[in-house]
């Protein structure tokens, strides 16, 4: 068993001239929660997830809502919990929220708290929801993993890969 590949100095390059040294040390850390949020926690970096690509948004909204043109945010708020006067939501590792302010700008009465451990991500999606004036979105920068959640305070609970459970969801 090889200990070290061409391949692991590979990464270990492009990440050193990406991120730089402190991340490199960051992930010598032996708290795993620490490891995993050094790898979260940076707001500056440019990233390229697939889920970037018009294609695949539109992909996505085709297998989800059946029409590529119209976002799961615009079906689930047009097709359910419309007529409630409150629906509580908890969204678990949202990051800078985009999915949720989104859906904090289309339904008003919904209460919208996020979780993530990244506490530099919130804070763009604070800044986000402030020039927004949203006042139904709250941010926690929290470990969900040990946090204690109210039992049966919330009605939807989201967590990514979110298309997919909102498919099977929607069609169950």
Not at 60 to 83: A, K
Request: with cysteine; hydrophobic share 40%.
């Amino acid at each position: 068993m090889r200990l070290l590949t061409l391949e692991d100095l590979k990464d270990i390059y492009i990440k050193f001239h990406q991120r730089g040294l402190p991340f490199l040390f960051s992930k010598l850390k032996i708290d795993s929660y620490q490891r995993t949020k050094s790898a979260f926690n940076e707001k500056e970096i440019e990233t390229s997830n697939f889920w970037c690509i018009p294609e695949v948004r539109l992909r996505w909204n085709q297998l989800v809502t059946g029409n590529p043109d119209t976002t799961y945010e615009e079906y689930l708020s047009s097709n359910y919990f419309r007529d409630s006067s409150e629906v509580k939501v908890l969204a678990l590792g949202s990051g800078v929220c985009s999915h949720e302010l989104r859906l904090a700008e289309l339904n008003p009465h919904w209460k919208i708290d996020c979780f993530d451990f990244s506490d530099q991500l919130l804070s763009v999606a604070s800044e986000v929801a402030k020039e927004k004036d949203l006042q139904n979105i709250s941010f926690h920068a929290e470990n969900i993993l040990t946090y204690d959640f109210e039992p049966g305070k919330y009605d939807i609970v989201f967590f990514m890969p979110l298309c997919i459970i909102l498919k099977r969801f929607l069609n169950s």
